[in-house]
Nanobody, 124 residues
Framework: QIQLVESGGGSVQTGDSLRLSCAAA????????MGWFRQAPQKEREYVAV????????YNTDLVKDRFSISRDNAENTVYLHMNSLKPEDTGVYYC?????????????????WGQGAEVTVSS
């Protein structure tokens, strides 16, 4: 079993940047596909980005094209989400997720473990 803890959220202005971190413990981190999801108030959780255990990267380009980037450091058991040019519509709780054998990266149900979330608020 793997435990995930997000950090790095906060309140920022439009156009600012943030870096979210997700530290993993208790499992073979390098074996997991790691995803970032977000949930805005009164909306469903939506897929943001994913990085596979082999380092393949995919984004929900409709949401974050050219603004966000995902990376992982297997030596530090951490996955990152670098967010640039933030907009008010990026406001929400950001969750990291880990899964083995993930077949549909954009589906929350494909992941086995979740963090508690990091809140991001972007003001105009």
């Amino acid at each position: 079993q793997i435990q995930l803890v997000e950090s790095g959220g906060g309140s920022v202005q439009t156009g600012d940047s943030l870096r979210l971190s997700c530290a993993a413990a208790g499992g073979a981190f390098s074996s997991y596909t790691m995803g970032w999801f977000r949930q805005a108030p009164q909306k469903e959780r939506e897929y943001v980005a994913v990085i596979t255990r082999r380092g393949a990267i995919m984004y929900n380009t409709d949401l974050v094209k050219d603004r966000f980037s995902i990376s992982r450091d297997n030596a530090e058991n951490t996955v990152y989400l670098h967010m640039n040019s933030l907009k008010p519509e990026d406001t929400g709780v950001y969750y990291c997720a880990a899964g083995l054998g993930v077949t549909t990266v954009s589906t929350a149900a494909s992941y086995d473990y979740w963090g508690q979330g990091a809140e991001v608020t972007v003001s105009s």
